[in-house]
């Protein structure tokens, strides 16, 4: 069964202080693996689309990489307004359909 | 370029009502996608719609239907509400139905 899981729930970091999220994904095609950051109670918000093994992308303070099996989102330096809950879906080559992942709650302290 | 929007933002709802939640896509998007996000979890997807047809369907009972219309702005219903209904329905478009997907903020619907 195709599924996708992020790790981990949750992560308390100081300000400064970098960490990486991880979505591990189980799917049968993969056509790309999206990551968005969604505030609370609002919609989410894209930040990357990654297609191939090996690729990575960048912005500002968040890289985000893919392999064949996982994605990683490293963020480095954070900043308070990083704080969010970051998700991960995956897109399947034959339906299109997005599988998502339950995200991660990032907290950063000042 | 105007985002893509939801109306209404919040609504309370009772047991057993009916509801219709609207959504209007991106300037130059023709897929429109809903999902059902729980508090804690990741979206659960609920149909697309492509060019006014429906386009994939998740695993939602029958009185989850929808509507695109010709200007690809889009309609979610439910019927005969339970109180498990209650969650954030979020509304996305794309410009294809492969295509990335950009999210609205969400109508919070509360079933009492």
């Known amino acids: 069964e195709d599924q996708v899981t992020q790790s981990p729930e949750a992560l308390r970091l100081q300000e400064g202080e970098s960490s990486s999220l991880n979505c591990s994904y189980t799917v049968s095609g993969l056509r790309g693996l999206f990551w968005y950051r969604q505030d609370p109670g609002k919609g989410p918000e894209f930040l990357f689309t990654?297609?191939?093994?090996?690729e990575e992308k960048e912005k500002e303070r968040l890289k985000a990489t893919l392999t064949k099996k996982e994605s990683f989102l490293h963020i480095t330096a954070p900043k308070p307004e990083d704080s969010a809950t970051y998700l991960c879906a995956v897109q399947e080559d034959s339906n299109y359909q997005l599988i998502w992942g339950a995200g991660t709650k990032l907290i950063i302290k000042p | 370029e105007t985002g893509v929007t939801q109306s209404p933002t919040h609504l309370i709802k009772t047991r057993g009502q009916q509801v219709t939640l609207r959504c209007s896509s991106q300037s130059g998007h023709n897929t429109v996608s809903w999902y059902q996000q729980a508090l804690g979890q990741g979206p659960q997807f609920i149909f697309q719609?492509?060019?006014?047809?429906?386009?994939g369907r998740g695993n939602f009972p029958p009185r989850f239907s929808g509507l695109q219309f010709p200007n690809y702005s889009s309609e979610l219903n439910v019927n005969a509400l339970e109180l498990d209904d209650s969650a954030l329905y979020l509304c996305?478009?794309?410009?294809?139905?492969?295509?990335?997907?950009?999210f609205g903020p969400g109508t919070r619907l509360t079933v009492l």
């Open positions: 996305a478009s794309s410009l294809d139905f492969s295509d990335t997907q950009y």
């Open positions: 719609y492509y060019r006014e047809e429906e386009n």
């Open positions: 990654l297609y191939s093994a090996g």
